[in-house]
């Protein structure tokens, strides 16, 4: 169910993405890709893969404190962030001469920073075995912007503001909720104190560097594609990525399903079936990815609205299929990257990502000059298959998941 709610999402957002122009569309790619993506990948992913890991290994009451603590971190970084950016020289907000105005940045960061305690709160039911209720409340608060952007539409006009609008309300209004949620079942009640943040601080660290990478190479290419060729190729690369997600899609809801059932085999000793888990899941994600390879392109070419909007943008349909199989390495990486956390080996995850960001740079500055957004795709494709062969070889060779 959860699974089908995700595709209904993607839906959404295309069919009403097509009533921006290409070129307003890429300016808020970018903006929320690179700076939404950067101030979650500062405040929110690392702890959330902590809570991910050591539920199952630490009592609930210590648990709790360690949440409520780096909960109160986040909301720092995020404040202090927020009232960084109004410092910062007016040519960083600049994209072909048009400024991003400081509002809208201001906005995201808001809305990123609120979106921390969903995240968290989303992460601690998929913990405790509950993936469903996890997977479905994401799609929930996901499925409301473009919907939220819809109504903003007709209240602002036919504007780029109205999607801006659709982000903030639907992140910052669930982080809201989920604060009072985690307050309602106990778990931001216990007082946090440094020495209990210590070891989530410590594990954290390598983790914001991977989460960073992670935005460099799925994000960012935005930004690049923009400045070799234009708002408008942004935005068309932006359209190729947003079908290509239906792979991203199933990647959520298998990890949601596969990581607290793996992670508490791990923790019970039982490495056989973790190991048994790791494979099986692994060739069934690899079974998905291979049929939406072979069925997005075609959905694209024969659904009319879609066909109407991508018929000059051939560049579009060529980038899906490499897209889709990019992401689907990405969610076999994502799976065996949980056999190296389980063994506490954070480290060896950022220099994974790291690398692959890297690599991901390299091949941008190679390629998005000569083949524009499908240069940028391609970019995409070598990056997560160097993660996943990477994350693969390594856990083996360091058999963590045996």
């Known amino acids: 169910m959860a699974s089908a709610m995700g595709g209904l999402v993607q839906l959404a957002h295309l069919l009403w993405t097509h009533l921006l122009d290409q070129a307003d569309y890429g ?5 929320e890709g690179v700076v939404f993506g950067i101030a ?9 893969t902590y809570i991910l890991v050591y539920l199952h290994k630490k ?14 971190v986040s909301l720092c970084i995020g404040g202090l962030t927020t009232l960084a950016m109004f410092l910062l020289p007016d040519s960083l907000f600049m994209l072909e001469g048009e400024a991003i105005p400081r509002w809208a940045v201001a906005g995201v960061l808001v809305a990123a920073t609120l979106a921390t305690a969903r995240i968290y709160a989303q992460t601690v039911h998929e913990a405790q075995s509950q993936p469903t209720r996890a997977a479905m409340w994401s799609e ?7 919907f939220i952007a819809i109504s903003l539409f007709f209240a602002l006009g036919w504007t780029w503001e109205a999607r801006w609008g659709g982000l903030v309300l639907a992140q910052g209004g669930a982080g809201l909720a989920a604060m009072w949620i985690l307050s309602r079942q106990g778990w931001l009640k216990r007082p946090p104190s440094l020495a209990s943040l210590s070891v989530p601080i410590r594990f954290s660290l390598p983790m914001v560097l991977t989460a960073l990478a992670y935005v460099g190479y799925q994000s960012a290419d935005r930004l690049y594609v923009a400045l070799w060729h234009g708002i408008a190729a942004a935005g068309r690369y932006e359209a190729a990525y947003r079908i290509a997600l239906l792979v991203s ?12 059932l793996y992670y508490s085999a791990y923790a019970r000793g039982d490495r056989e079936g973790a190991r048994k888990l790791l494979r099986r899941t692994s060739m069934q994600l690899a079974a998905w990815v291979a049929l939406l390879v072979v069925l997005l392109p075609l959905i694209v070419m024969y659904t009319p609205i879609l066909a109407e909007s991508y018929r000059t943008s051939p560049s579009v349909v060529r980038s899906i299929p490499i897209l889709a199989i990019a992401l689907g390495f990405l969610g076999i990486s994502m799976l065996w990257q949980s056999s190296l956390l389980a063994a506490a ?22 390629l998005i000059p000569r083949m524009g957004e499908v240069g940028a795709a391609w970019g995409t494709l070598i990056a997560f ?6 994350t693969v070889l390594l856990s083996q060779l360091r058999r963590v998941e045996m």
Request: charge should be neutral.
């Open 40 to 48: 979650v990948a500062t405040v929110t992913l690392a702890p959330q």
């Open 345 to 366: 080996h954070a480290k060896t995850v950022s220099a994974i990502a790291v690398t692959s960001a890297l690599i991901n740079l390299a091949a941008d500055v190679i």
């Open 59 to 72: 009592p609930r009451s210590d648990l709790a404190s360690d949440l409520g603590g780096m909960l109160g």
């Open 27 to 31: 300016r808020f790619a970018i903006l």
């Open 385 to 390: 298959g160097f993660m996943m062969v990477a």
């Open 140 to 146: 929930f608060v996901d499925g409301t912007r473009p």
């Open 249 to 260: 899609t199933v990647n959520v809801v298998t990890l949601h399903s596969f990581n607290p």
